[in-house]
């Protein structure tokens, strides 16, 4: 089992960045996908949306169309943790963020049921 806590949200403006942390517990996170997924206000958990994915080794990267260009994921199994670096932020990309773990450590996965553990979410609020 591994225990997820992000880090890094907050409050910015228009065309600001934020980069968000996950911190992994246990000895095997290099064996889990790692994804991030947001979640809109006023929706629920089933309609959380997939933001970007990376592999266990990092070789590979996925993203949803609408932060294409903009955002980037990025691994360090050495130091257990997954960063999601985010560029040009835009209202419509305020939510809060949750960091995924996923099994299935060879491919990137976009739905939600894919993942078996969750962290807590962290709020980023993006204002106009």
């Known amino acids: 089992q591994v225990q997820l806590v992000e880090s890094g949200g907050g409050l910015v403006q228009a065309g600001g960045s934020l980069r968000l942390s996950c911190a992994a517990s246990?000895?095997?996170?290099?064996?889990?996908?790692m994804g991030w997924f947001r979640q809109a206000p006023g929706k629920n958990r089933e309609l959380r949306e997939f933001?970007?994915?990376?592999?266990?080794?990092?070789?590979?990267?996925r993203y949803a169309d609408s932060v294409k260009g903009r955002f980037t994921i990025s691994r360090d199994n050495a130091k257990n943790t997954v960063i999601l670096q985010m560029n040009g932020l835009k209202p419509e990309d305020t939510a809060v963020y949750y960091c995924a773990a996923d099994r299935d450590y060879f491919t990137v996965d976009t739905h939600l049921s894919d993942y078996d553990y969750w962290g807590q979410g962290t709020q980023v609020t993006v204002s106009s």
């Open positions: 933001v970007a994915g990376i592999n266990w080794s990092g070789s590979n990267t």
């Open positions: 246990g000895r095997t996170f290099g064996r889990y996908a």
